[in-house]
């Protein structure tokens, strides 16, 4: 079965500092890898998607995630946040294997201070 | 643009109380599904649903059941609501067309058992 780890719970950023977020997968086949947000009050907005190719993604609201198949990493970041960006953030994987379906991780919650 | 609706963004109901979670999504998506949302647990999905009249159980159906009688409708239904039923119910749609496993999400209901 497939299992998705965001290790951190919470970050807080100052507004105009760089963020990572991590997210670690486990997965036996190619995965396909996400990256949602959710805005307070909000449904989910994808931000970016890997499913072959170029191990670099670049996604909306300037994020860009890197797909690290050795260290089972799909880490979310951006340069420089703004105070709109806070906001919890989702990593799911996917695989044809499984169908359509995604599992999801916990959430890292983003707080960014001014 | 991809749009997921759902009946109602906040929901209040007793123990005990039949209580059905109403989703629209106006893409002619073949998919359709029923998470959860609880803090640090992320989404979990509850079923799924990949043509009318078809369900499939997801990681956590007890308590829950569904109903897909037209392609753009998925209903959430509660057949006896608990306090430990409370949380945040997110739909999500997606396409079997193409190898885009990305799914579309609705707004959410908050829903509160008392």
């Known amino acids: ?114 | 643009d991809v749009k997921v609706t759902q009946s109602s963004r906040y929901l209040v109901k007793r123990t005990g109380e039949k209580v059905f979670l109403e989703c629209v999504q106006d893409m002619d998506h073949e998919n359709m599904f029923w998470y959860r949302q609880d803090p640090g647990l992320g989404l979990r999905l509850i079923y799924f649903s990949y043509d009318v009249k078809m369900k499939e159980k997801g990681d956590i159906p007890e308590g829950y059941s569904v109903s897909r009688e037209k392609k753009e409708r998925f209903s959430l239904i509660l057949e006896s609501a608990s306090t430990n039923q409370t949380s945040m119910y997110l739909c999500a749609s997606s396409s079997l067309s193409g190898a885009s496993y990305e799914q579309y999400f609705g707004p959410g209901t908050r829903l509160t058992v008392t």
Not at chain 1, 10 to 38: D, K, M
Not at chain 1, 92 to 98: C, H, N, P, Q, T
């Open chain 1, 1 to 114: 079965a497939q299992s998705v780890t965001q290790p951190d719970i919470h970050i807080t950023v100052s507004e105009g500092a760089s963020l990572e977020l991590r997210c670690n997968y486990s997965y036996g086949a190619t995965p396909y890898l996400f990256w949602y947000v959710q805005s307070p009050g909000q449904g989910l907005q994808l931000l970016l998607k890997y499913f072959s190719g170029d191990t670099l993604v670049q996604g909306i609201k300037g994020f860009e995630a890197e797909f690290k198949r050795s260290q089972s990493s799909f880490n979310l970041r951006k340069p420089s946040v703004h105070w709109s960006d806070a906001a919890e953030y989702f990593c799911a994987v996917g695989a044809r294997a499984a169908g359509n379906k995604l599992t999801f991780g916990g959430g890292t919650r983003v707080l960014v201070k001014p």
